[in-house]
C-alpha cells in the first residue's frame, strides 16, 4: 500500500469522524427535543416530585447550564465514551450498549457475509445464463425477497423451522438454563444464529444479487471484454479474470451504503428473536421511553456504519488501482 | 500466390425491426499474404461486419446467415467454438478503435500481454514476463520495465494503442485485424501508430484487414481496398486504382468528399475593423487537489490574441488538449477566462454578468459538435429554433415564422418544425443547430468542430451550407477544426495551437505551403495520405452539388 | 406514446400495475363498501378465516374482524408510502439539481449534508424520529420521508451533472435563457425517466418502512395498518399463525407488484432502449 493510498484512507477516517460528530450534535438536540423536562422524567422513576430534589437534578446533570455550555459537555464526554445514564436502569448507556455489542456484531457481520457471498454468486450465475429459465428463476426469487418484510419473514421463518419442524432454536442466543462451554457453546451460539443470520440476511442477498447481475450484464458488453474474447480466451476464464473483477466495484460501493441499512434491520430480527444485541436494547428503549440509551444506541449504530464504509473503502483501495488518482 | 483468408458469398442478418436485413450481403473478397487489405465505408456501411464474424465477436443476436471464411482450410463461419478459440489471438488477432477503453482498468500491462501466452503457449511466468518485455521495446514503449507495472490509467491513448498492438502480435499472427485503430488518436499520434503497424507488417510478413472510414488513411497504408456500401460491396481493387481512378459512383462521391490538402487562393478581405478581438487570453484549469494532494494546473489558454472580420472564416486548429476548444468556449462566454480582453465591436465583454451580457449573446452565436446532443429531444424543432429569440423578447408566433423562414435557409422543409429531434439523421440535425444559431441574426458564428461527428459525404453538404450562409449573411465564422484538410479548404485565414499557445497564424495558403513553426510541419506531415488529392484544385467541394437531401428519414 | 406501448407489452409489469390497481381501489373505496370497524370486538377472539361468512378472514386477539383491519390498513400504507415518497421528491430534486446545476461549493456543501443523511442507518433513525415526536401519521410520514430523500438528491445531482454540460444546454445558455428555465425546461425533463423508476421503488420502500415502525409498536395508535397487526398477533402466532401470515402477505404483494411496476417502468424508460438515437 502506498502513501498515496494512505492519504486517501486517512482523509476517509477524517470524514468519518466529522460525520459521526455531526450526527453527535444532532443527537444532543433530538434529546432536548424530546417530550417532557429529562429532570422530571427522571425523578418521575425515583419516585419524588418536589422542586428541591428537581433542581438538584438538573444541578447533578448539568441542565441548568446555558445550552452551548451543555453541548460542550456532552460532547467531551462522548469523546471519553461517557454517554451519560439511563434514566430508568440507572447504569451507564455506554456500559450497556458495550455488553450488547457482540452480539450484535456476531449477526450482522454473519448476515453481511452471507448476503455478499450468496447474493455475488446468484448474479454472476443469472447473467452467466442471462435470460435463460436459471435467469428468471433468480431473478423472481429475488424480487420476492426484496417485497418481502424482514421482520414477517423472521415470524414465519421461526414458527416453520422452529415451532412447527422443530429443527433450529428459535429464541435467544443461547440456550437457557443449560450452561456450556468450549466448542459445545460455540455450537449452540451457532444454531441460535442460524436463523436471525438468515432471515436477516435474505433481503440484502436480494439487493446483491441483483446488483451483480445487473454489473456483470453491463461489464459484459465494455472493449475489453470484447479484447479479451478477440484473444481467445474460454468464456469461463473471461467471466473470472475479466468481468467479474470489474462487476464488484459497484457491488462493493453499495455494500457499503448497505451496511446501515442492515444495522437498521437488525433491530426488527433482534426483536423477532429475542436476539441480545443493541437492536433489542433499542426496542427496550423505545418502550421504557428511555430516550438517553434510544440515542446513544443510535449514536453507537452510526458509528458502525461509518466503520462499515471505512472497511468498503479500503477494500475499494486495494481492488481498484484508478483510486489513488481520484481524489 | 495463395490467399490466406477467402472471404465467399457471406451474408449476415440483422434482428429483426432494423433498418435492413442484412448487415452485409454476398461479400466475397481475399486476403493474400503480406498484405494491407483496407475496408472502407460510411458509419452503418457493414464494414466491420465480417471481422466480427472472423473473431466470434458478432452480438448473440446477429448471425452468419451464409457463405463462408475460408482460412487454414477451415470455415470459420461454421467452425466449432473450441477450435476457433485456438486461432484466437493466436494465428488471428484483433485490435480496437477505443484505446480507452479496451484495455481492462484493473490488470497490470505485463499481465494483460502475458495472458496471450498464457492461454495459447505453455510458457511459465518467467518467460511469459520476458517475451511481453521484449514485445514492449518492439513496439517503441518508452521506459519498458516501468510500462510492464503500469496500468491501463497511467498510459496515454497513443501508449495504450501500442500495448494493443503488442498483444495482438504476441504470437506472429498471419492475420492482424484492425478496426479503425487510429480514429480515437490525434493526428500526429495516428501517424505514429500507422508507420509503427507498417514496420511490424513488414518485419513479420503479417497480412493485415485495416478498416476505416478515412480515405486519407487508405491512401497512406493500403496495397488494395474493398468499399462497403449498406451491406453492399461496391468495389475492390488496388489502392491506387481506386484512389485516383474509382469506378463506382459511391465510390466517386465519397472520394470527391474529401477536401484536398490544398488550400485555393482566396480574395484578401477589404474590411479593416474587426467584429471580435481577442488580446492576452488566459484561462488554467486544476484539476484534483483534496486536502493532501496538489492541484494540477494546465494552461488551457495562454495569452492567446487574434481578431477576427466580417466575411472570414478563421480556422482554430490543433490537436486535443491544445486549448481550441476552451478559446472558444471563453469567447461566447460559456466559460470564464481568468485576464485578458474579450472585445465585440468595440466592447469588452470578458466581465459581464449575466444580464449585461444579453444584448451580446444575439451577436455571437455557436454550431456544437454532436447533432445528437445538441438537440433537446424533448422539443420540437420549431421550438428549439424559436427558443431563442422569445428568450430575447421577441412574441412566440413571430419566432415561429422565423424559425420556419430559417428552415428555408438552411434547405430543411418547414414541415419539420412541428417534429422531434429524433425524426432526423445526423446532418438533418446539424442544420437545426445552425438555424438555431442564425435566429438570433448573429455577426459571428462559432463552429466547435460542427462537422467532425458527421460521415464525410455529409461533412462536404454542411461545409458548404456554412460557406454559402457567410457570403449571403455577411457571418464573420470561427471555426474550430482538428481535421487540416478542411481547414485548408474552408479558412481564409488560420490559428495553430498547442498546449494553450497560438504557435503560428496566417493566410490559411501561406501556412499551409510554408509552416514557419516546428509544430505546424509535424501536424501538416502526420496528416495520412498527404502527397494523394494535394493538386486537385478543380475539384473543391463547394462546386460539387449539395446532395438533395432525403425529405424526412420516417414520417 | 410509445411509453405506455412498451410497458403494456411487459407481462410482468402489467401483473405489477393490475395487484396494485387492486390495492388502490381497495385502498379508495374499501371503507366505503365494507361495513365494518377494524377495532369493534365482533365476534369471539380467535376466529379462524373461512369459518364465518361475515367474517371472512377471522378475528384477532380481540375479536376484531381482520378484514375490515386489512381494508382500513390498505389505505394508510398506500397513502403513506405515497405521501412519504413525495415529500422525499420535494426535498431531494431541488437539492439534487442546485448541486448538480451550479456545482462547486453549492455542490460540495449540499452533498456533504446528503452524505450525513446517508450514513446515518435510515430506518434507526426513523424509530428515534417517531419515538421523540410522538407516534402519528404525520410523524411517521415525515420520519420516512426523512430518511428516503438521499438517494433521490444524488440522482437528480448525477443527472443534472451530466445533462448541464450537453450541449443543448449550453446552446440554451447562449440563447440566454435563464438558469431557472434551463433548469425546469431543458434539464428537468430529461432527467425525469430515471426519477420516475426510482420513486417507484421508493414507494414500496417506504410501505416497509410503515409496516416496520408500526411492527415496534410505533405506528399511530388511532390507525389500523398491517404492521400493527403483524406486531400484535407476533406473541400469540403459535397459536393463531394467520393472523400474523395474512397482513404480511398483503404487504408483500404491494411491495412485489410495485417493484415489478418500477422493474417495467426501467425498460420502457431506459434510454438505451428508448429511440434515443434514429432508427
Known amino acids: 500500500m502506498n502513501l498515496q493510498t494512505l492519504l486517501y484512507i486517512g482523509g476517509r477516517l477524517i470524514k468519518g469522524v466529522i460525520i459521526l460528530l455531526i450526527i453527535a450534535v444532532f443527537n444532543f438536540f433530538l434529546i432536548r427535543a424530546a417530550p417532557g423536562d429529562p429532570a422530571k422524567v427522571m425523578a418521575g422513576e425515583a419516585g419524588a416530585t418536589d422542586e428541591v430534589f428537581l433542581q438538584q437534578l438538573r444541578e447533578q446533570f448539568g441542565l441548568d447550564q446555558p445550552l452551548y455550555y451543555q453541548l460542550w459537555v456532552y460532547i467531551s464526554n462522548l469523546l471519553h465514551f461517557d454517554m451519560g445514564m439511563s434514566y430508568r436502569q440507572n447504569i451507564p448507556v455506554f456500559d450497556l450498549i458495550m455488553d450488547r455489542l457482540p452480539a450484535t456484531l456476531l449477526l450482522t457481520g454473519t448476515a453481511f457475509l452471507l448476503s455478499i457471498a450468496l447474493g455475488v454468486l446468484a448474479g454472476v450465475i443469472a447473467s452467466v445464463n442471462y435470460k435463460k429459465w436459471v435467469d428468471s428463476l433468480i431473478t423472481i426469487l429475488s424480487l420476492i425477497f426484496y417485497a418481502t418484510p424482514l421482520f414477517w419473514l423472521a415470524i414465519m421463518a421461526s414458527l416453520f423451522f422452529s415451532v412447527y419442524l422443530g429443527w433450529l432454536p428459535g429464541f435467544g442466543m443461547e440456550t437457557v438454563g443449560v450452561e456450556l462451554s468450549g466448542w459445545d457453546r460455540v455450537i449452540d451460539i451457532a444454531l441460535h444464529l442460524v436463523l436471525p443470520a438468515t432471515t436477516l440476511g435474505l433481503f440484502f442477498t436480494a439487493v446483491y444479487a441483483r446488483m451483480t447481475r445487473t454489473s456483470m450484464i453491463e461489464t459484459s458488453r465494455l472493449d475489453f471484454v470484447k479484447t479479451a474474447i478477440a484473444k481467445g480466451m474460454t468464456p469461463s476464464r473471461v467471466t473470472r479474470k475479466h468481468v467479474l473483477r470489474n462487476a464488484l466495484l459497484p457491488v462493493i460501493t453499495l455494500a457499503g451504503i448497505q451496511a446501515g441499512q442492515l444495522i437498521g434491520g437488525a433491530v426488527l430480527t433482534e426483536t423477532v428473536f429475542a436476539w441480545p444485541g443493541i437492536g433489542r436494547l433499542m426496542f427496550e428503549a423505545l418502550f421504557q421511553r428511555d430516550y438517553n440509551l434510544l440515542l446513544g444506541v443510535f449514536f453507537i449504530s452510526s458509528a458502525m456504519v461509518v466503520l462499515f464504509n471505512l472497511i468498503t473503502d479500503v477494500i475499494y483501495c486495494v481492488v481498484d488501482p484508478r483510486i489513488e488518482l481520484s481524489k | ?555 | 406514446m410509445n411509453i405506455i406501448k412498451t410497458l403494456s407489452q411487459n407481462k410482468v409489469a402489467m401483473v405489477g400495475f393490475f395487484v396494485l390497481a387492486i390495492f388502490c381501489l381497495i385502498a379508495a373505496f374499501g371503507p366505503l363498501l365494507y361495513d365494518g370497524s377494524p377495532w369493534k370486538m365482533v365476534q369471539r377472539p380467535f376466529l379462524p378465516p373461512f369459518e364465518n361468512s361475515n367474517y371472512l378472514l377471522g378475528t384477532d386477539t380481540l375479536g376484531r374482524d381482520v378484514l375490515a383491519g386489512l381494508i382500513y390498513g390498505t389505505r394508510i400504507s398506500l397513502l403513506v408510502g405515497l405521501v412519504s415518497t413525495l415529500i422525499a421528491l420535494l426535498i431531494g430534486i431541488p437539492l439534487g439539481a442546485y448541486a448538480g446545476y451550479f456545482g462547486g461549493w453549492v455542490d460540495e456543501l449540499l452533498m456533504r449534508f446528503t452524505e450525513i443523511f446517508q450514513t446515518v442507518p435510515s430506518f434507526a433513525l426513523a424509530i428515534v424520529i417517531v419515538a421523540i415526536f410522538e407516534p402519528s401519521v404525520y410523524s411517521i410520514t415525515s420520519a420516512i420521508a426523512i430518511v428516503s430523500w438521499p438517494p433521490v438528491a444524488r440522482l437528480v445531482r448525477g443527472e443534472f451533472m451530466s445533462l448541464r454540460s450537453q450541449e443543448y444546454v449550453l446552446a440554451a445558455k447562449l440563447n440566454g435563457q435563464t438558469h431557472r428555465n434551463i433548469i425546469m425546461r431543458e434539464i428537468l425533463p430529461n432527467s425525469l425517466s430515471p426519477i420516475i423508476v426510482l420513486a417507484s421503488l421508493m414507494v414500496a420502500t417506504a410501505i416497509l418502512l410503515e409496516s416496520s415502525l408500526s411492527f415496534l409498536g410505533l405506528g399511530d395508535p388511532e390507525i389500523m395498518s398491517w404492521g400493527y397487526m403483524i406486531g400484535a398477533a407476533k406473541t400469540v402466532v403459535r397459536q393463531a399463525w394467520w393472523l400474523s401470515f395474512i397482513p404480511g402477505l398483503a404487504i408483500a404483494l404491494t411491495v412485489l407488484s410495485l417493484n415489478l411496476l418500477g422493474e417495467g417502468l426501467n425498460e420502457a424508460l431506459n434510454p438505451k432502449m428508448s429511440g434515443k438515437r434514429e432508427n
Open chain 2, 1 to 555: 500466390m495463395k490467399p490466406l483468408l477467402q472471404v465467399e458469398d457471406l451474408t449476415i442478418r440483422l434482428p429483426k425491426g432494423g433498418d435492413r436485413e442484412f448487415a452485409i450481403q454476398k461479400v466475397n473478397y481475399n486476403l493474400m499474404p503480406g498484405e494491407i487489405l483496407c475496408v472502407v465505408g460510411e458509419s452503418g456501411s457493414g464494414k466491420s461486419m465480417t471481422a466480427n464474424a472472423i473473431m466470434g465477436l458478432l452480438p448473440k443476436t446477429i448471425q452468419v446467415d451464409a457463405g463462408t471464411i475460408i482460412f487454414d482450410g477451415v470455415d470459420l463461419a461454421s467452425l466449432e467454438e473450441r477450435r476457433a478459440r485456438e486461432l484466437r489471438g493466436n494465428r488471428i488477432s484483433m485490435i480496437f478503435q477505443e484505446p480507452m477503453t479496451a484495455l481492462n482498468p484493473l490488470m497490470r500491462v505485463a499481465d494483460q500481454i502475458g495472458e496471450v501466452f498464457l492461454i495459447h503457449t505453455n510458457m511459465n511466468a518467467k518467460q511469459r514476463d520476458e517475451r511481453a518485455l521484449a514485445l514492449l521495446v518492439d513496439v517503441g514503449l518508452p521506459d519498458p520495465e516501468k510500462m510492464m507495472k503500469a496500468y491501463p490509467h497511467q498510459l496515454s491513448g497513443g501508449q495504450r494503442q501500442r500495448v494493443m498492438i503488442a498483444m495482438a502480435l504476441a504470437l506472429e499472427p498471419a492475420i492482424l485485424i484492425a478496426d479503425e485503430p487510429t480514429t480515437a488518436l490525434d493526428v500526429t499520434t495516428q501517424a505514429q501508430i500507422l508507420k509503427l503497424i507498417k514496420e511490424l507488417q513488414e518485419k513479420h510478413n503479417t497480412a493485415v484487414m485495416f478498416i476505416t472510414h478515412d480515405f486519407g488513411v487508405v491512401a497512406e497504408i493500403a496495397d488494395r481496398v474493398v468499399v462497403m456500401e449498406k451491406g453492399q460491396m461496391v468495389e475492390i481493387g488496388g489502392s491506387d486504382d481506386v484512389l485516383n481512378n474509382p469506378q463506382h459512383e459511391y465510390t466517386k462521391k465519397l472520394i470527391a468528399a474529401v477536401p484536398p490538402l490544398v488550400a485555393p487562393h482566396r480574395e484578401a478581405l477589404l474590411e479593416v475593423t474587426p467584429v471580435l478581438t481577442v488580446n492576452n487570453l488566459c484561462k488554467t484549469y486544476s484539476t484534483g487537489g483534496g486536502w493532501f494532494s496538489k492541484a494540477r494546473v494546465v494552461k488551457a489558454a495562454d495569452d492567446v490574441t487574434f481578431t477576427l472580420h466580417r466575411g472570414e472564416t478563421l480556422g482554430l486548429v490543433g490537436e486535443s488538449g491544445s486549448g481550441k476548444s476552451t478559446v472558444s468556449r471563453c469567447v461566447v462566454r460559456l466559460l470564464d477566462s481568468d485576464s485578458g480582453e474579450i472585445l465585440i465591436g468595440e466592447d469588452a465583454i470578458q466581465d459581464l454578468n449575466t444580464a449585461e451580457l444579453a444584448p451580446y449573446r444575439k451577436r455571437i452565436q455557436m454550431v456544437f459538435q454532436d447533432p445528437f446532443a445538441s438537440l433537446n429531444p424533448r422539443k420540437t424543432i420549431g421550438q428549439i429554433i424559436a427558443d431563442g429569440p422569445i428568450a430575447q423578447g421577441m412574441e412566440p408566433a413571430k419566432a415561429l415564422a422565423k424559425a420556419a423562414e430559417l428552415l428555408d435557409l438552411v434547405e430543411l422543409p418547414r414541415a419539420a418544425l412541428d417534429r422531434y429531434p429524433h425524426e432526423f439523421s445526423g446532418g438533418q440535425r446539424q442544420r437545426v443547430g445552425i438555424a438555431r444559431a442564425l435566429a438570433h441574426d448573429p455577426e459571428i458564428l462559432v463552429a466547435d468542430e460542427a462537422i467532425s461527428a458527421l460521415d464525410v459525404s455529409v461533412q462536404a453538404q454542411i461545409l458548404d451550407l456554412l460557406d454559402t450562409l457567410k457570403v449571403r449573411l455577411n457571418l464573420a465564422i470561427l471555426f474550430v477544426v482538428h481535421d487540416l484538410r478542411v481547414a485548408a479548404q474552408v479558412c481564409d485565414r488560420v490559428i495553430v495551437m498547442q498546449k494553450g499557445k497560438v504557435v503560428e497564424m496566417g493566410v490559411t495558403k501561406t501556412v499551409f505551403e510554408a509552416p514557419s513553426h516546428e509544430y505546424t510541419k509535424s501536424l501538416i506531415d502526420s496528416i495520412p495520405g498527404a502527397s494523394w488529392r494535394s493538386d486537385l484544385p478543380d475539384h473543391i467541394p463547394q462546386e460539387g452539388q449539395p446532395e438533395k437531401q432525403p425529405a424526412m428519414s420516417s414520417v
